[in-house]
């Protein structure tokens, strides 16, 4: 019953939360929800169960001028769905949900995702330089994807939502720049990381170059993303400390007004201890106007990923969704997954787990 009832709670939430106070302030975020089941085999100690989480994101804008702007978002989250009861590896919605938004990287901090404060340097028509400053989110500047970046509207699986095998950490303390000139460009990100898996402070840093095309099929964005840390990761024999660094390539395009595709593929370095090596993924995205939903769309994904120097072996995953769009701000997901997990010395989970999502934007 908790869980059906955290998802009625989300299917009533109404948009009225968010609104412009005046120019400068803006108040808006998301009310989200899922209920997930999943259904297993191979995994002992896992049985076939239900559970729903209910993230809720409230955000400020404030714009005191028309080249800075301060942002700041906040994370609430009742449950942790399916991410605490799964066999696999990647979790099955990649959301910030209960455990995600406390103790972030281990900085004692609760509830506050980001705080920057970012400038824009105008140089003409489609040429700027923007600076941002405080606490970020890596994500937000490195591996965008038109079809496959958004938890709450898009690919619920981590694998479809970003490049797992790519280190790509959120909320802490950091620095963006932001180079942009007609179909041109350039993102770095340097952030200091209260802790990662092994206890340890660290940096990261991660660089992206793309090009934005438009051709005879529509929008395409392409992507070339570099990530590398400092040597604070153990390395598989947990006898020292190793740095991170990884490539991956991502690419977005239209075919025609209806339809899109998408493909992610790279490589990390494997002197620290790191369940993959390698990632293929893709898939395409539908809308709704083909037929007569303009505001609806479908999403079919799938990925592979190669283990890296740990016990997995190696991992598929397969997702598809259809996502009805009531209004402007209220969204219905009908997701359905499948996930296999091969290890090389263990018994290797498989099964599927079907959800419904819920989204209120504001």
């Not at 409230?58 to 080249?67: C, K, L, W």
């Not at 028509?125 to 500047?141: M, N």
Request: net charge negative; aromatic share 12%; glycine share 10%.
């Amino acid at each position: 019953m908790p869980a059906a009832k955290a998802l009625i709670c989300s299917l009533l939430a109404t948009p009225a939360l968010g609104y412009d106070i005046n120019q400068q302030l803006t108040i808006g975020g998301l009310l989200a929800s899922a209920l997930q089941c999943q259904s297993v085999s191979d995994a002992a100690g896992i049985s076939d169960t239900c559970a729903a989480a209910v993230p809720f994101q409230p955000t400020v804008r404030f714009r005191p001028g028309n080249p800075d702007e301060v942002f700041v978002k906040f994370g609430f989250a009742a449950g942790n769905g399916l991410n605490d009861e799964t066999p696999f590896v990647n979790a099955p919605w990649a959301a910030d949900l209960e455990d995600s938004v406390k103790d972030i990287n281990g900085r004692n901090r609760d509830y506050l995702l980001t705080a920057w404060y970012k400038h824009t340097f105008n140089f003409g028509h489609d040429h700027s330089v923007r600076t941002s400053l405080g606490i970020i989110d890596a994500t937000d500047y490195l591996d965008e994807n038109a079809y496959a970046n958004d938890e709450y509207t898009q690919f619920m699986n981590a694998t479809l939502t970003n490049g797992p095998n790519v280190f790509l950490p959120s909320y802490d303390i950091g620095a963006a720049l932001e180079w942009r000139k007609k179909s041109w460009s350039f993102s770095g990100v340097l952030m200091d990381i209260g802790e990662n898996d092994d206890g340890n402070n660290y940096l990261f840093y991660g660089l992206q170059a793309s090009y934005r095309v438009h051709n005879r099929l529509g929008a395409g964005q392409y992507r070339v993303v570099i990530t590398g840390s400092s040597e604070d990761f153990l390395n598989p024999a947990g006898t020292q400390l190793e740095q991170r660094a990884s490539n991956l390539y991502s690419f977005d395009q239209a075919f025609g007004s209806a339809i899109g595709g998408w493909v992610r593929f790279g490589w990390q370095s494997q002197e620290a201890a790191i369940n993959y090596h390698g990632i293929f993924s893709g898939g395409i995205d539908i809308k709704g106007s083909l037929w007569g939903r303009q505001r609806d769309n479908i999403g079919i994904g799938y990925a592979y990923l190669s283990g890296g120097n740990l016990a997995i072996d190696r991992t598929n995953v397969a997702e598809a969704y259809y996502r009805w769009q009531l209004d402007k701000t209220f969204g219905l997901t009908a997701d359905i997954q499948y996930q296999s997990d091969d290890y090389k010395l263990q018994a290797s989970p498989r099964g599927w787990i079907a959800s419904l999502r819920a989204v209120a934007g504001f």
